[in-house]
């Protein structure tokens, strides 16, 4: 029986429609409702001609309006996987806190209102509204650190490599930098300490073994040419067994001796102490500052909780010639990170670092996890109605980012096996879901670890994973 033409093109949804559909208003948290109006359009002609041209060869089948409108909105979320918006949400189940690939510290609700009001005016960023004159951006930021660590001064830049390449060009260019070879580290994405210390025009001379070294290395290795000496702390691996290590204190006394100034890279910078919360120990910033360190240098989007930043803080004098180095304007951070770095800071003065997500996860309870665990899990089961089998399972997530190394943090974890489909293939459908899910997967599940998820992604990962089925 021949199909009729105009019956079938009735029961295509229109565009007002289908932009009030749940699928698609999800995707308004990532593409502009005129994009997607557009992506709609595209997709529902595309169906049109489809249809038309099964009715011309006698192909035709008569499909429910529900069924033309799934085919529609099916294309337009493929379509929108080749959006020119490529960097988007995802929602973090890896238990790794400070993933690296997933953009490592989120921000908090603070920073992200202090980005959005900065962002759409303008601002004071090298005004001084005072005086009426040319001001410094560093200003907004340098109070607030020094309260905290307890430097004489402090300065920010836009990463820790930079922080590093950017003290060693301005104090010890075409002299020697004295560091243990213990602490030659690699930073991660393939850039080494020593890679970067030569960049700056300053000469490594490295003393001492991979596993020991005394004051006695440092002594002999000094010259007229020495500029500095430099502490790394490792802060991405541990090395155990065998091993010693110069402390601050007795480097600082060298470094007094001989007139040289005395750095420390921190590498992922903490300002809390992790020990009560069972964590690894991890010496903070207030240390090496209180030790009597002349620089001290940190990320703060690692164990700080802020946006990519590189930090500085110490000696006036140091610092001051630091700002004067011409590279200090290639480095400089901009307005929108000082914004959210700014708002993280004052968290921490005024004694809430709580509210910072990485510090919430990597402190949060057992209780609150299995109560996540719990909803998750009753989520996905109604999901699956018999297609598999869902289990709550003890497990141990990362600080990741290079930090804490080798710590395994026990948490709690939603596991989901699926009859039909191999827990890669799942994580794959995951991958590709309106807000993509980034799970792990052990010993052929898929693992949701609670850790990372906040109460607001359980009830979307349970829709994400029902779109995937």
């Known amino acids: 029986m021949r199909l009729d033409k105009n ?25 502009n409702r005129n994009y997607l109006t557009d992506i709609l359009r595209e997709s529902l002609e595309t169906v049109r001609v489809k249809i038309m041209e099964k009715l011309e060869s006698g192909d035709a089948t008569d499909k429910s309006e529900n069924e033309l409108k799934d085919e529609v909105i099916s294309l337009a979320i493929n379509k929108l996987s080749f959006s020119p918006y490529s960097l988007r949400p995802v929602i973090n189940a890896t238990g790794v806190v400070l993933h690296t690939n997933l953009g490592r510290a989120p921000l908090p609700e603070e920073a992200m209102k202090r980005i959005e009001m900065v962002a759409k005016a303008y601002s004071n960023l090298e005004f001084d509204i005072g005086r009426g004159e040319r001001g410094e951006r560093y200003s907004h930021v340098r109070e607030l650190l020094c309260d905290i660590t307890g430097a004489e001064d402090a300065m920010v830049v836009n990463n820790n490599a930079a922080a590093v390449l950017l003290c060693l060009s301005s104090l010890a260019s075409g002299h020697e930098v004295v560091i243990s070879r213990g602490q030659l580290v690699e930073i991660g994405g393939s850039f080494r300490i020593p890679d970067v210390m030569a960049q700056s025009g300053a000469r490594l001379v490295e003393v001492g073994t991979t596993n020991k070294t005394h004051l006695k290395d440092y002594e002999m290795a000094l010259n007229e040419n020495t500029a500095l000496l430099l502490k790394v702390h490792t802060s991405n691996f541990k090395l155990v067994g065998f091993t010693s290590q110069v402390s601050n204190e007795e480097l600082i006394t060298l470094g007094a001796k001989h007139n040289l100034p005395v750095m420390e890279d921190l590498g992922s910078g903490v300002l809390v102490d992790l020990k009560p919360y069972s964590l690894p120990e991890e010496p903070t910033v207030q240390d090496s500052v209180k030790a009597g360190m002349d620089l001290v240098t940190f990320s703060g989007d690692k164990l700080l909780g802020g946006p990519q930043a590189g930090i500085i803080v110490g000696k006036k004098g140091y610092i001051s010639k630091i700002k004067r180095h011409p590279l200090t304007r290639a480095v400089r951070i901009d307005k929108l990170t000082l914004a959210a770095l700014e708002a993280v800071l004052r968290l921490y003065k005024d004694g809430l670092w709580q509210h910072i997500p990485v510090l919430a996860m990597l402190t949060e309870s057992k209780d609150a996890m299995e109560n996540r665990a719990r909803k998750l899990a009753e989520g996905l089961e109604g999901v699956l109605t018999g297609k598999g089998k869902v289990e709550i399972v003890d497990d141990v997530s990362q600080a990741g980012g290079g930090s804490l190394p080798g710590a395994e943090i026990p948490t709690r974890a939603v596991a989901v096996s699926v009859h039909d489909i191999s827990s890669g293939e799942l994580a794959e459908r995951l991958r590709k879901v309106p807000t993509p899910v980034i799970a792990r997967i052990k010993k052929d599940k898929l693992l949701f670890d609670v850790r990372t998820i906040t109460e607001k992604d359980v009830e979307k990962i349970v829709e994400m994973v029902g779109k995937a089925l």
Do not use: G, S
């Open 7 to 31: 019956n079938i093109m009735r029961k295509l949804p229109k565009v007002a429609d289908l932009l009030e559909e749940t699928e698609i208003k999800d995707l308004m948290a990532i593409f």
